[in-house]
């Protein structure tokens, strides 16, 4: 963690990412989908949900657009290409789940990345630091009042390996090659390492 800065925001699109493939968390997420899409909320928020819960029955997003015809234009799906291509269409985004949820949240947006908001709902909470039986109040006042944001630091690095190569063009033997020779720049055969 490099230090923590406090944010007041103007919310208007909020992105929502649960565990992948816990079917316990879909009718959480469809609860906060409902509850920020509903007609008591200041703002008309566009909320963003996973793309594979459009058609999930448990998730109902036809019957939430009945329910609340607002909603209409304003429940959306979201895909990885959408959050890493366009992550500006986005304010705030809200997990639910564990440290990996957030994990994958920090992948999906790989240039800027939207203040998160993390709601315990998993095995590891470590980053999850919000408890999900208050979520409607957390909420109401981070939108309200703004959030204190932890600047953290992502890594990225390369995975490099030695590959076998063949001696020449007409050996059916394969010798071994020594790492640092590749790193020196003497790939040069299609065999990338990395």
């Not at 019957?63 to 209409?72: C, T």
């Not at 959050?83 to 304010?91: K, N, V």
């Not at 394969?174 to 720049?185: H, N, P």
Request: net charge neutral.
């Amino acid at each position: 963690e490099i230090g923590s800065v406090k944010l007041k925001l103007t919310v208007k699109s909020v992105f929502i990412v649960s565990k992948t493939h816990d079917e316990s968390l879909v009718s959480s997420t469809r609860e906060v989908a409902r509850w920020l899409l509903s007609k008591g909320r200041d703002i008309p928020y566009n909320v963003y949900v996973e793309r594979r819960l459009e058609t999930h029955p448990d998730f109902g997003a036809l019957q939430l657009r009945q329910e609340e015809p607002s909603a209409k234009g304003r429940l959306k799906f979201w895909d990885p290409k959408l959050a890493q291509e366009q992550p500006h269409l986005f304010d705030f985004v809200i997990t639910l789940g564990g440290d990996g949820t957030v994990l994958y949240t920090s992948w999906l947006f790989q240039r800027t990345v939207p203040p998160v908001l993390s709601f315990a709902l998993g095995s590891l909470g470590f980053m999850t630091n919000f408890n999900y039986a208050d979520y409607q109040g957390i909420l109401e006042n981070a939108f309200r009042d703004g959030v204190v944001v932890s600047l953290r630091l992502r890594f990225e690095c390369t995975v490099m390996r030695s590959k076998a190569r063949l001696r020449d063009s007409h050996a059916r033997f394969l010798t071994s090659r020594d790492l640092v020779e590749e790193l020196m720049g003497e790939e040069g055969e299609d065999t990338l390492t990395h």
